[in-house]
């Protein structure tokens, strides 16, 4: 049989068939089409102005990765004007975070972007191997996720960067949507609206958007492939994420069968609208008492689970039984470590930044 043409520029030898739409093409026509899609949903969300200063949240996986050179490919084809940087997160765990800091750095050097790698020693005091050995396997990642977060508004304050995009894929979404459905039925849609919003802010954070809202995993894995990037593709030690494997495997199957499935389901998303009398009941926004972050309760959950760490009460922070248990031992103690006090600064960055060896 001979060899298909590219049904896009109907010239060169079709070499894949593209995940979202079916469509046989050529390398070329792919690179070009899936670097266009992204450009597309930048503009019309308008997620940037010219002399932005964006983080790109670095991991050294295919996400992050990809997300690194198509931003490099299109501030530099469509002149956005912006500076970038990596933003790494170091959690501290042995034999996964630390090789995979490795391709980040090697990243930095082959996008030529300065590189920021703040570990959660640094800020918290505590290692996820540490906080592992105490708390076990199984609330793992809700130390690890809360912390995360709250290290990459820090990482980006001290850059001084007015964004930070990360590598979630519409795969990504359409999963949260799922998980969040429970939501929905008891009547927490505004959970539901923010997974899927391309943007999010509050009033004392940066700018977080997800370039890749509407991208397919298996094609970032495909332009990874044939663009030969260098990532990192192990999994972390401690994931189990039963719940989110769950989602997962069930989108798999919708996927195969309907392609246009995950992006329905982000559509379907994006289609519940909070009603103006319910953003009225939502909590108000404050500021942790302890710390300074954002946080709608007097302490902010990082805050919450860190004293539950330094007091040997870990669950402190995950149940309202835990919370209650600590209350009963009084006050705590005025030598607890805490989290630095945070503030977006403004003026220049002081940071230093790591440099290429
Ligand atoms: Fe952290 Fe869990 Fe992700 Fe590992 S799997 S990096 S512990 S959130
Ligand atoms: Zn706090």
């Not at 932005?52 to 931003?71: E, F, H, N, Q, Y």
Request: aromatic share 8%; proline share 3%; net charge neutral.
């Amino acid at each position: 049989m001979a060899p298909r043409t590219c049904a896009l520029c109907e010239n060169a030898k079709a070499m894949l068939k593209r995940p979202k739409t079916g469509q046989q093409i050529c390398r070329e026509c792919f690179f070009y089409v899936f670097e266009t899609e992204v450009h597309n949903t930048i503009t019309q969300s308008k997620l940037f102005q010219p002399g932005d200063r964006v983080a790109i949240g670095a991991s050294g996986g295919k996400d992050s990765t990809v997300l690194a050179r198509v931003m490099k490919t299109l501030n530099e084809r469509y002149d956005y004007g912006l500076e970038l940087f990596l933003l790494s997160i170091d959690e501290g765990i042995t034999g996964y975070r630390d090789d995979s800091l490795e391709t980040v750095k090697r990243n930095q050097q082959q996008y030529d972007m300065p590189l920021k790698i703040l570990s959660y020693d640094e800020l918290y005091g505590w290692t996820m191997d540490a906080i592992v050995s105490q708390v076990g396997r199984k609330n793992n990642c809700t130390f690890c996720g809360v912390f995360r977060r709250q290290a990459l508004d820090r990482g980006a304050a001290m850059l001084h960067v007015d964004h930070i995009v990360t590598g979630h894929n519409a795969d990504d979404i359409a999963e949260t949507v799922l998980m969040n459905i429970k939501l929905v039925m008891r009547g927490d849609i505004a959970r539901l609206g923010r997974c899927t919003a391309i943007c999010t802010q509050g009033e004392d954070t940066i700018r977080r958007s997800k370039p890749f809202k509407y991208a397919y995993e298996k094609e970032i894995v495909m332009y990874a492939y044939f663009k030969k990037l260098d990532y990192f593709s192990t999994e972390c030690i401690y994931s189990p994420d039963a719940y989110r494997g769950h989602a997962r495997v069930f989108l798999k199957e919708l996927e195969a069968a309907r392609p246009s499935a995950i992006i329905d389901i982000i559509h379907s998303g994006e289609a519940f609208e909070v009603r103006e009398e319910v953003k009225a009941m939502q909590r108000v926004q404050q500021t942790c008492k302890r710390c300074g972050y954002m946080s709608s309760n007097d302490l902010c959950k990082a805050c919450t689970l860190l004293e539950g760490l330094e007091r040997g009460m870990a669950n402190a922070g995950i149940t309202d039984r835990g919370r209650k248990q600590l209350d009963l031992q009084g006050p705590a103690p005025d030598n607890l470590r805490t989290i630095p006090f945070f503030k977006i600064p403004s003026g220049n960055p002081i940071i230093a930044i790591e440099t290429a060896s």
